[in-house]
T-cell receptor, first 115, second 114 residues
Framework: GAGVSQSPSNKVTEKGKDVELRCDPISGHTALYWYRQSLGQGLEFLIYFQGNSAPDKSGLPSDRFSAERTGGSVSTLTIQRTQQEDSAVYLC?????????????FGPGTRLTVL | DAKTTQPNSMESNEEEPVHLPCNHSTISGTDYIHWYRQLPSQGPEYVIHGLTSNVNNRMASLAIAEDRKSSTLILHRATLRDAAVYYCILRSGAGGTSYGKLTFGQGTILTVHP
């Protein structure tokens, strides 16, 4: 079956522009997570969705970052007025909830480069 | 979140067993021990997880110390495809709004030599 998909795979933008990153989770996975991985850094949690609501936004680094999820499926991470320090790989993961088996399935990521 | 400590890097030869250690001395009774790995230019992938007992699956084995303050991921026969960063993560099983969130450390870079 299809895994988690993300688009675009690569995005190059100029400083100050807005970008939207998309995540298509595995069908039926109610939990969705965004992480980012900066060069030489570990993975950093950004936001968690349960259905369409986001009970944990604690990892969003500034108010330039926002995310939404619609229909309990697709999620979009939006970065406004991008800065060079936003350059990173943005990873999405999804997970079934309501069971004791809690494996997260990660997508391939979107590599964002801010010039 | 309770913290884990892993060696920065390890090396192995192909077809030999690999033992990747992880220390988690502040683990709580409801914390699950998860291992993920990240191959070059890919997102992380789940390897194995456990709570108290040793666990085996098709990818690896997880040996958990009796006091749960440490664990070891065992790859029985390393292949070149096993070269990756291996992350040992404690995930709370206590529920709450962040249930399932993973906190990644720096992990162990595993190099496998032909």
């Amino acid at each position: 079956g299809a895994g988690v998909s993300q688009s675009p795979s690569n995005k190059v933008t100029e400083k100050g522009k807005d970008v939207e990153l998309r995540c298509d989770p595995i069908s039926g996975h109610t939990a969705l997570y965004w992480y980012r991985q900066s060069l030489g850094q570990g993975l950093e949690f950004l936001i968690y969705f349960q259905g369409n609501s986001a009970p944990d936004k604690s990892g969003l680094p500034s108010d330039r970052f926002s995310a939404e999820r619609t229909g309990g499926s697709v999620s979009t991470l939006t970065i406004q007025r991008t800065q060079q320090e936003d350059s990173a790989v943005y990873l999405c993961a999804s997970r079934i909830t309501g069971t004791t088996y809690n494996e997260q399935f990660f997508g391939p990521g979107t590599r964002l480069t801010v010039l | 979140d309770a913290k884990t400590t892993q060696p920065n890097s390890m090396e192995s030869n192909e077809e030999e067993p690999v033992h990747l250690p992880c220390n988690h001395s502040t683990i709580s009774g409801t914390d699950y021990i998860h291992w993920y790995r990240q191959l070059p230019s890919q997102g992380p992938e789940y390897v194995i997880h456990g709570l108290t007992s040793n666990v085996n699956n098709r990818m690896a084995s997880l040996a958990i110390a009796e006091d749960r303050k440490s664990s070891t991921l065992i790859l029985h026969r390393a292949t070149l495809r096993d070269a990756a960063v291996y992350y040992c993560i404690l995930r709370s099983g206590a529920g709450g709004t962040s249930y399932g969130k993973l906190t990644f450390g720096q992990g162990t870079i595993l190099t496998v030599h032909p």
